[in-house]
């Protein structure tokens, strides 16, 4: 489900944006256990996956054509696995969107705000920020497509065709 995004652990977080890193970090910090209720949180998971799937199918090791890196990182709350990564980045709301420079200290992050309005808009949006803040032109994104549009279409238009060669 989370294809080429870095899962954030207690164990591993420190290492992963170690100040030596040499590339640009989107962290998503998140909630999605129903239990929670975070409704955003449950909006935002898949608009961040369709991001980093986007990136990685035109780069599929995390660099531009200018050679800079990204990569994609999340943390879903789970106190027994995580909660160190929540700590560190001294979040007790979520969701929260966050970008690391290269060879930034890890303390240092500036935050993405989320826009209201959700779907392609706001995958459009955090796109245009990225690439704003990173100067990589060549991010684009690719929406899944819409399976049951489709064979709704289909199926639509082979009634329609059927009625009007019946009469």
């Known amino acids: 489900r989370y294809k080429g995004i870095i899962q954030l652990t207690n164990?591993?977080?420190k290492r992963i944006l170690d100040s030596k890193r040499e590339a640009y970090i989107v962290v998503l910090l998140t909630a999605?256990?129903?239990?929670?209720g975070c409704t955003l949180c449950m909006e935002l998971d898949p608009e961040f996956s369709m991001m980093a799937d986007s990136w990685y199918k035109d780069h599929p090791e995390g660099l531009s054509e200018s050679g800079t890196g990204m990569?994609?990182?999340?943390?879903?709350?789970?106190?027994?696995?995580?909660?160190?990564v929540f700590m560190h980045?001294?979040?007790?709301?979520?969701p929260r969107l966050l970008f690391l420079t290269p060879q930034g200290d890890p303390s240092s992050f500036s935050q993405i705000n989320l826009p209201g309005e959700g779907g392609m808009t706001r995958v459009l949006a955090i796109v245009n920020t990225l690439r704003d803040a990173t100067g990589i032109?060549?991010?684009?994104?690719?929406?899944?497509?819409n399976w049951g549009s489709v064979f709704v279409?289909?199926?639509?238009?082979a009634a329609v065709t059927l009625l009007v060669k019946k009469y």
């Open 153 to 157: 279409t289909a199926f639509a238009t």
């Open 89 to 94: 980045f001294k979040v007790n709301n979520v």
């Open 11 to 13: 164990n591993n977080f």
């Open 32 to 36: 999605t256990n129903a239990q929670v």
């Open 71 to 84: 990569f994609f990182a999340r943390a879903d709350f789970d106190p027994k696995k995580n909660s160190d």
């Open 137 to 145: 032109s060549d991010f684009k994104i690719y929406q899944p497509i």
